[in-house]
């Protein structure tokens, strides 16, 4: 039976309550069947003094979707050797499940620089994209992105309706090493899986 499927990809260094509102939104608005978590191991435009564990980063997705059925986690990445390269990832997932439709979930700060991605034509044929709106870029920059991108690759690219994310793991980050309260930003469970562990106690950015 075909299923659609949404991937939300990310290093997820916290996962934090603006990618479980963009997973759910997504969810609901398109009629996904499943949205997978697909933490990062190594991204090229990331560097790796920037990343906790996978272990550490694992957990707090478990934790953070645990409540919702319909959330999973894909490993997928983490398993792969080498650099991770979203169109390896999608292909790969072509050859697994082809019967069923992705549907590849990113803010739309992902969407201004999804052409420099390797092989960004590929990216967009695999799977349909599902962009949410992130601070501080407006709605109209937004369609503008979307409708240039989907004349020059032929995409489907489709815009969740949402208020602007605002939070980002690297400000979390930030706050932690400041000492500064978290618990608007994350799950009781990661904030509690942050404290117990004392990751990001040392300044990484």
């Given at each position: 039976?075909?299923?659609?499927?949404?991937i939300?990809?990310?290093?997820?260094?916290?996962?934090?309550?603006?990618?479980?509102?963009?997973?759910?939104?997504?969810?609901?608005?398109?009629?996904?069947?499943?949205?997978?978590?697909?933490?990062?191991?190594?991204?090229?435009?990331?560097?790796?003094?920037?990343?906790?564990?996978?272990?550490h980063?694992?957990?707090?997705?478990?934790?953070?979707?645990?409540?919702?059925?319909?959330f999973?986690?894909?490993?997928?990445?983490?398993?792969?050797?080498?650099?991770?390269?979203?169109?390896?990832?999608?292909?790969?997932?072509?050859?697994?499940?082809?019967?069923?439709?992705?549907?590849?979930?990113?803010?739309?700060?992902?969407?201004?620089?999804?052409?420099?991605?390797?092989?960004?034509?590929?990216?967009?044929?695999?799977?349909?994209?599902?962009?949410?709106?992130?601070?501080?870029?407006?709605?109209?920059?937004?369609?503008?992105?979307?409708?240039?991108?989907?004349?020059?690759?032929?995409?489907?690219?489709?815009?969740?309706?949402?208020?602007?994310?605002?939070?980002?793991?690297?400000?979390?980050?930030?706050?932690?090493?400041?000492?500064?309260?978290?618990?608007?930003?994350?799950?009781?469970?990661?904030?509690?899986?942050v404290?117990?562990?004392?990751?990001?106690?040392?300044?990484?950015?």
């Open positions: 039976m075909m299923k659609k499927i949404g939300m990809g990310g290093t997820f260094n916290p996962i934090h309550n603006g990618h479980l509102k963009m997973a759910l939104e997504a969810y609901k608005q398109f009629q996904l069947d499943e949205v997978w978590f697909m933490p990062t191991k190594n991204p090229p435009h990331k560097a790796e003094k920037e990343i906790i564990s996978d272990d980063r694992v957990k707090m997705i478990e934790l953070a979707i645990k409540k919702i059925p319909f999973y986690l894909s490993k997928i990445e983490l398993e792969r050797e080498g650099t991770t390269y979203t169109v390896d990832t999608l292909c790969q997932l072509e050859k697994d499940y082809p019967n069923d439709y992705f549907y590849f979930i990113l803010g739309a700060d992902s969407l201004f620089h999804i052409h420099t991605w390797k092989s960004p034509e590929k990216v967009m044929k695999l799977a349909h994209i599902l962009s949410a709106p992130r601070y501080p870029m407006t709605q109209e920059e937004e369609i503008e992105r979307k409708d240039m991108l989907s004349e020059q690759y032929h995409a489907d690219i489709q815009l969740i309706s949402m208020e602007p994310i605002r939070i980002s793991s690297m400000n979390i980050r930030k706050r932690i090493f400041n000492k500064q309260p978290i618990n608007e930003y994350l799950p009781k469970e990661v904030e509690q899986y404290k117990k562990y004392h990751l990001y106690q040392e300044r990484s950015d």
